[in-house]
């Protein structure tokens, strides 16, 4: 699109400096014819005191001040209407612009947000990623698993100050075993961490990207494993709190 408006642009240009040199040519040329006419028509037959070439030349003269000063007058102009234009970036309201150009304007944002609406895709989906419409739209399932590990990390080390520090590769049951003890066990005998470390090694380690229903379910794991800090972390507050009203 810019490069199409540059080359009008300079065309345009080119065009314009045609005219001006056409122009100035033939005014030029009928000034001479008109001067050696007045030359030839006087009884001397010489521009020295001739009358007719002083008025030729005085109209000439007056024509090119005039000219000159209209296109200065022209340039000065646009150059003040330019230097009003706001630098910063401003919303245009409907009281800055003609009623025509602001229903244009109103029309081609209406067009342009129905064509990118209708743009989306709507049954496709790409791996890896939450389904368009979804729940997890837009949501990229490795990236959001692996986020979370910092969050359960980080409450952690709020319930157990002395939790050892994360380290890059190191298995979740492994790092989070200090709160083994907190999470519950369903028949299987299996806690949210044991599913919650499945998920993440998953999201690390396999080369394809995890499904929508291994997501779940690990995302659902780091969830109980959140709330059961969260209300651990509530509890030793309230037991703190309570400890030190006692002491007063």
């Known amino acids: 699109m810019f490069p199409r408006v540059s080359r009008r642009s300079t065309v345009s240009q080119i065009c314009y400096a045609v005219l001006v040199l056409i122009t100035t040519f033939f005014v030029a040329i009928s000034c001479i014819f008109l001067l050696s006419q007045a030359a030839r028509t006087a009884p001397n037959r010489s521009f020295v005191k001739n009358v007719n070439t002083v008025v030729i030349g005085a109209a000439y003269v007056i024509l090119l001040v005039l ?21 910063t970036f401003r919303t245009l309201g409907k009281n800055d612009v003609p009623d025509s150009v602001f229903l244009y304007m109103q029309q081609e944002y209406a067009r342009a947000c129905l064509i990118a609406y209708e743009s ?21 399932f490795r990236t959001s698993l692996l986020d979370s590990v910092r969050m359960i990390d980080k409450l952690a080390h709020l319930v157990i100050p002395r939790h050892p520090p994360l380290r890059p590769h190191a298995r979740m049951l492994h790092h989070f075993r200090f709160i083994l003890p907190l999470l ?65």
């Open 67 to 87: 000219s000159l000063a209209f296109c200065l007058k022209r340039r000065i102009a646009v150059h003040r209407r330019l230097q009003r234009i706001s630098k």
């Open 184 to 248: 519950s066990r369903d028949e299987d005998g299996l806690t949210p961490l044991h599913y919650y470390d499945s998920a993440i090694q998953l999201a690390r380690h396999s080369t394809r990207e995890p499904t929508e229903q291994e997501y779940i379910v690990g995302i659902r794991a780091a969830k109980e494993i959140e709330t059961v800090l969260n209300e651990c972390y509530l509890e030793m507050r309230e037991g703190s709190s309570t400890d030190l009203s006692t002491c007063e």
């Open 120 to 140: 989306r895709p709507k049954d496709g989906f790409q791996e890896g990623w939450g389904r368009p419409g979804s729940k997890y739209d837009g949501i990229r």
